[in-house]
């Protein structure tokens, strides 16, 4: 495996860093205690293309590889975790689906205003009694012959109020079982769609997170991606590919908790020298580091199988599990690290450390990753 980054790789690194740093670290503490949505900031990251990477040129899109969206996602992951949960949901999730199984009227109208950053999208699986268990879904998508009627209700929605295009799944026929779910494309103004107060979460507050209600809306059928039946299929496939954006989210996190300790250990004294001087601190900097460059590289191993249209099933759930796990051990450490200073806001690694914790839960919680590799391992 060649560890060289490219010219173009290096150089997304640059940009994503910069952005990070002029345009979401300026009030990324006030966003989080008021759970403000970084409107004007996403507005940016979609204007300098981070939020169409990897769709194809002809949609509008970067036509970048997975590589450079794990690149990116981890810089902007290092400052602003409910910014880059934004950029994932859109790259992987929704643009994703669309550009893989989409037809071309959807692409034209839907893909190429996401990729550009225009408008952004949601991903609606999760409901109040279907949470790990995807197959239970109980919003209900009834054939009314050139349309169908959508109703019931999704949970935990990222980008709930914010987007304007959400793909829902839902059950049309619960005697065909997970065979009987449908996708559907949904606009936001569409009559009987109803967006539930947003979420007071622990971590990632910025983050626009509500419960999207559906009564009696008209979906036209041109707006079904796939076949009729398809839509479980679709759900997990993109989930897949979503897998290895919260997996970079993760790493990100990480990374900022750990480049902010490692800074503060050589500027703070006890009993008269730097910390960073004490073994007990270099012992935890290296753990730290030796954590997070094995999870960099699960990470950019399950992009790599990605790009080279390999089944990456397995490398996505392993750096998922993995690098969640680096994640809430090394903001945990970077507290500790702090001390007194690591439990206020203003030095950012509590703020890191509740942002950490997400990533064990949604797109999979770990116990699904490890149902999801064990499986591949024996296929079950």
């Given amino acids: 495996m060649n560890f060289e980054l490219s010219e173009e790789h290096l150089a997304v690194i640059e940009a994503a860093h910069e952005f990070a740093q002029s345009d979401l670290l300026p009030g990324v503490i006030e ?29 509008d899109g970067g036509g970048m590889d997975t590589v450079s969206y794990v690149l990116a996602m981890e810089e902007i992951s290092k400052v602003d975790a409910s910014a880059s949960i934004v950029m994932s949901v859109n790259n992987s999730l929704v643009c994703g689906g669309l550009e893989k199984y989409g037809n071309e009227e959807q692409k034209e109208k839907y893909l190429t205003r996401l990729a550009r950053g225009e408008i952004i999208g949601a991903f609606c699986l999760s409901e109040p009694e279907a949470g790990s268990d995807a197959t239970s879904q109980s ?11 959508l109703n019931g209700t999704k949970n935990w929605i990222t980008n709930g109020n914010s987007a304007s295009v959400y793909l829902v799944i839902a059950q049309t026929d619960p005697s065909k079982k997970h065979h009987g779910i449908n996708v559907l494309i949904v606009e936001k103004e569409t009559e009987g769609l109803m967006v539930g107060k947003k979420e007071d979460k622990l971590g990632i507050r910025g983050s626009d997170t509500h419960s999207l209600m559906f009564t009696d809306v008209k979906v036209p059928k041109k707006n079904r991606i796939g076949k009729d039946g398809f839509g479980f299929h679709f759900a997990m496939d993109t989930l897949n590919g979503g897998r290895i954006g919260v997996a970079s989210q993760a790493l990100g996190i990480a990374s900022g908790a750990y480049e902010r300790s490692l800074a503060y250990s050589k500027e703070r004294k006890a009993f008269g020298v730097e910390i960073s ?14 954590q997070i ?18 089944d990456f099933t397995t490398a996505s759930a392993m750096a998922k599990l993995f690098a969640s796990k680096v994640a809430m051990d090394v903001t945990v450490e970077a507290v500790q690290i702090h001390g007194g200073y690591g439990y ?27 149902i999801v590799i064990s499986r591949e391992l024996l296929k079950l």
């Avoid at 001087?277 to 900097?285: G, N």
């Fill in 31 to 59: 966003r989080d205690t008021k759970q403000e949505f970084p409107k004007e900031q996403i507005k940016k990251m979609g204007e300098l293309g981070f939020l169409g990477m990897m769709v194809d040129p002809k949609y």
């Fill in 139 to 149: 919003t209900t998508a009834e054939d009314k012959g050139d349309y169908y009627l």
């Fill in 277 to 290: 001087k004490h073994q007990a601190i270099q012992f935890k900097l290296a753990d730290m580091a030796t």
């Fill in 293 to 310: 460059d094995a999870a960099r590289l699960l990470c950019l191993r399950a992009a790599i199988e990605k790009d080279q249209k390999k």
């Fill in 344 to 370: 206020v806001k203003e030095y950012h690694v509590e703020r890191l450390m509740r942002d950490a914790k997400i990533t064990q839960i949604y797109e999979g919680t770990s116990e699904i990753q490890k």
